[in-house]
């Protein structure tokens, strides 16, 4: 299967800081990328849609102001959490696909804690 | 109605069973379909895709689909203790996103 790499694999801040996680697809060219939070037990939940070249599509009830999504180059996604909190602690990983309809596959994900 | 459902589980299967994951989706529409498998702490992982009725085969995994009925199954032969894991079913229509099911937690008991 085609390979998605995230950078880093898991980050400690300190409240009001920003964050930066970076999702690759190494193998092929994703023209829309997913990011997805997870909480312990819990399901995934999507949070934006991004296609490359253009804006993000967020979920209802995500903060585009808060979480932005850059997806420069068929290759590179990116999500900065920006002021985190604590409540912001949790798992995202980002997938990438080759259409809106095709399969995705998910990178190894990123373990957020904030202090 | 949730456009994904599947029994949240835990589903408990003796080791060297055959387990059995069921999934319902909502929108007749629907065209792919996708089996993932998550460990805990980690990122799903794709296992299958079906697309058309009728079962597909990959050694010991078996997708099955319905459309018909809206239904979409695994099968798991020879469970081994390393299935144990969340298995979360996906659907979608041509050129929309992918919409997946909260999961069954699957543990193989020895």
């Known amino acids: 299967g085609a390979v998605v790499s995230q950078h880093p694999s898991w980050v400690i801040c300190k409240s009001g800081t920003s964050v930066k996680i970076e999702c690759r697809s190494l193998d092929f060219q994703a023209t829309t990328m997913f990011w997805y939070r997870q909480f312990p037990k819990q399901s995934l939940m999507l949070m934006a849609t991004s296609n490359e070249g253009s804006k993000a599509t967020y979920e209802q009830g995500v903060e585009k102001d808060k979480f932005l999504i850059n997806h420069a180059s068929l290759t590179l996604s990116t999500l900065t959490v920006t002021s985190a909190h604590p409540e912001d602690s949790s798992f995202y990983i980002c997938s990438a696909s080759q259409g809106l309809g095709n399969e995705q596959f998910f990178g190894p994900g990123t373990r957020l804690t904030v202090l | 109605q949730k456009e994904v459902e599947q029994n949240s589980g835990p589903l408990s299967v003796p080791e060297g069973a055959i387990a059995s994951l069921n999934c319902t989706y909502s929108?007749?529409?629907?065209?792919?379909f996708f089996w993932y498998r998550q460990y805990s702490g980690k990122s799903p992982e794709l296992i299958m895709s079906i697309y058309s009725n009728g079962d597909k085969e990959d050694g010991r995994f078996t997708a099955q689909l319905n459309k018909a009925s809206q239904y979409v199954s695994l099968l798991i032969r020879d469970s081994q203790p390393s299935d144990s894991a969340t298995y979360l079913c996906a659907v979608n229509r041509s050129a929309s996103k992918i919409i997946f099911g909260s999961g069954t937690r699957l543990s193989i008991r020895p």
């Open positions: 929108d007749r529409g629907s065209q792919s």
